[in-house]
């Protein structure tokens, strides 16, 4: 009993550091993963649609000398559960509608997370929905795969960066909430 109070009590001041002093530094780290794994979805269309390349030889920038990385449902799936588990670690630390913003974002995610998920069950058991040769997402039945992943990418970044906005100006209000040094010295524009 005495472990588990000393683990949940580790897990509260950790959170806790996370989005009071750490919550700049950690939004950083954070968004520097999510634009690395944004500019291998853009790097993968610019090969497609630019480059005319053929879907399959579209591996983004690391695909291409490690082609395995492209087809690894179990990379796909830890980088969603990375962003899920970033976005709820971090929601604490917003307030106002920083707050809002961030918690659009991680909804979409708890999706985008449950569609790599039924992916992953896919390869893993080699029974695909619709009965196909590859895994298929839900959503993907309706849009391919490529275009469905810069759609999702795009859905959870975009509402991150008016979060993240907010969050360096936040109202008078919003600062008075805040546990971090997030804000930007000038604060809300006027």
């Known amino acids: 009993m005495a472990t588990r109070t000393t683990l949940n009590s580790t897990y509260r001041n950790s959170v806790a550091t996370l989005n009071t002093r750490g919550h700049r530094p950690s939004l950083w780290i954070f968004m520097a993963i999510v634009i690395a794994h944004w500019a291998e979805h853009v790097a993968q269309a610019v090969?497609?649609?630019?480059?005319?390349?053929?879907?399959?030889?579209?591996?983004?920038?690391?695909?291409?000398p490690f082609p395995w990385l492209v087809t690894s449902e179990w990379l796909h799936y830890g980088y969603a559960l990375i962003m899920l588990v970033g976005l709820f670690l971090l929601l604490p630390g917003f307030t106002g509608r920083s707050?809002?913003?961030?918690?659009?974002?991680?909804?979409?995610?708890?999706?985008?997370?449950?569609?790599?998920?039924?992916?992953?069950?896919q390869a893993l058991s080699g029974v695909h929905l619709g009965g196909g040769d590859a895994p298929m997402?839900?959503?993907q039945f309706l849009i391919p795969r490529v275009e469905l992943h810069l759609f999702y990418n795009a859905a959870v970044?975009?509402?991150?960066?008016?979060?993240?906005?907010?969050?360096?100006?936040?109202?008078?209000v919003e600062r008075q909430a805040m546990r971090c040094s997030?804000?930007?010295p000038e604060g809300a524009p006027r």
């Open 182 to 184: 997030c804000a930007h």
């Open 47 to 64: 090969q497609i649609y630019v480059m005319d390349w053929p879907v399959p030889e579209a591996r983004g920038v690391l695909g291409l």
């Open 137 to 139: 997402s839900l959503v």
């Open 157 to 172: 970044f975009f509402p991150m960066v008016v979060a993240m906005y907010l969050h360096t100006r936040p109202t008078p």
């Open 99 to 121: 707050r809002t913003w961030w918690k659009i974002s991680l909804g979409i995610q708890v999706w985008h997370h449950f569609e790599h998920l039924l992916l992953l069950l």
